[in-house]
């Protein structure tokens, strides 16, 4: 504190003598400068406390309006930000203590107050009042963060192993704030075992060597599931470079995880499909951009539903790597719909009119093979069709999509392949050993991307059957007129 300001003392003193003892020795103090102001009733002191600034009171616990304690609670609970110092009788230095207890900052006996005593008393009273001032003030602060968070706080106390926990981070975990204990092993034991290790490692090299904590991991919550957190805390090292406590927070990015792998699986589908279709028609180049944008329409609708929900709580939070996280999804959506359209741009159609369509099935049967570890029994007797253009096409097309369709839905390991012919149609058959499907599932058009083969199916006069039933594989068969698909010399 300065000694170059003046401080202002509020006096509340009925007895003219002790006020005159008090006024004489404030008079010999030589540490500071002071205004003096006196008040005989505690009602008066208080309508002078709230007419002007002072810098501590002075206050005497016999009043004619006030005694004792209550004379201190009084004045506290109506001027709470003047610190008190409060005089005593030589016979009353208990209740000096049972003030100190009420929240004054110190006592002194009226019959003993010597100057020095007295100028060093009232400036740590000061002092001592403005540092609890600040301390609730902090305190006020981060009750009032902890209150408003989007993210779950802990404090871990490195001495004791004492954790606190805030009732946001026990929310994330499913749990309401008095079911979860404040210690260190609630967190440690809720961390998904796959991620102990990566996740422990971090904290020793933070704690060891400084290094930065920041980790995303698995929690496991109250319902027995898994969610992703982030992770980030900065610990405190004493004058021996010990660490002693560790601040930080968790922030729940399930939604945000669940994006991005289903950013990463569309991506990689549309890898797959761009080396299934790099040799098409020239006049099916528009056809099968629409059916692109349609089979990656759901998911990217999809993806921007789910970064829609977590965009708002992350900017009204302020925090700036997730949302940097989320432009990155909306980034990448527009590197998908870029592909199609370059996918689409750079068709060619060399493949069934340099092949034909026998070796062109082939072809794809051993590129699905060994890029899905799917064995696939082929039975091609079609050598004997002398498919026209749009026939081929048709059948090639239906191919690729059904075995497309065996890897994203089915989770076969054996695929069985039929091209055969009767009197008068050419049949394909692909039944696969996978999950299968509710039987109704082939009432909705859309079900299982089959509304590209319904179209061409139906465009030649054709038509589709599927039979399948839940863990009991999926059967597709597809029926072409030999008029439609042959050529017309034939």
Known sequence: MSTSKEIRILLLEDSISDAFLIEMALADVVEFEHRLVRAERLSDGLARAQSMPFDVVLLDLGLPDAQKLDTVRTFIRLSPGVPVLVLTGLDDASVGLLAIQEGAQDYLLKRDIHPSELGRTIR????????????RASEERFQLAVAGATAGLWDWNLQTGAMYISPYFKKIMGYE???????????RDAIHPEDTDRVSASLIAHLEHKCVYDEEYRVQTKSRDFRWVQSRGQALWNDSDQPYRMVGWIMDIT????????LRESREELQRLSANI????????????????????QQLATLKVEAAK??????????????ANLH????????????????AAGLRPTMLDDLGLVPAVNWLIDEFSASHDVQVVRRIDANDIAFNHEGGTAVFRIVQEALTNVARH?????????????ETNCIVRVIDNGRGSPNDAHANANAFGLLGMRERAARLGGSIRIKTAPNQGFALTVVLPLATIEASEH
């Open 255 to 262: 939604d945000r995880k669940r994006a991005d792998d289903a």
């Open 328 to 343: 990155r999804v909306y980034l990448l959506i527009d590197q998908i719909i870029g592909s199609v359209r370059r996918i």
């Open 278 to 297: 790099q040799h098409v028609r020239e006049e099916e180049k528009n056809h099968i951009a629409r059916e692109l944008h349609d089979d990656l329409g």
């Open 410 to 422: 089915s989770g076969a390991t054996s695929v069985t392949l039929e091209i055969v012919r009767n």
């Open 177 to 187: 704030d008095s079911e979860l204990p404040n210690e260190a092993r609630v967190l």
């Open 310 to 323: 977590i965009e708002d709580p992350l900017i009204a939070a302020e925090t700036p790597a997730p949302v």
């Open 124 to 135: 740590y009273a000061i002092e001592r009042h403005h540092i609890a001032a600040a301390l």
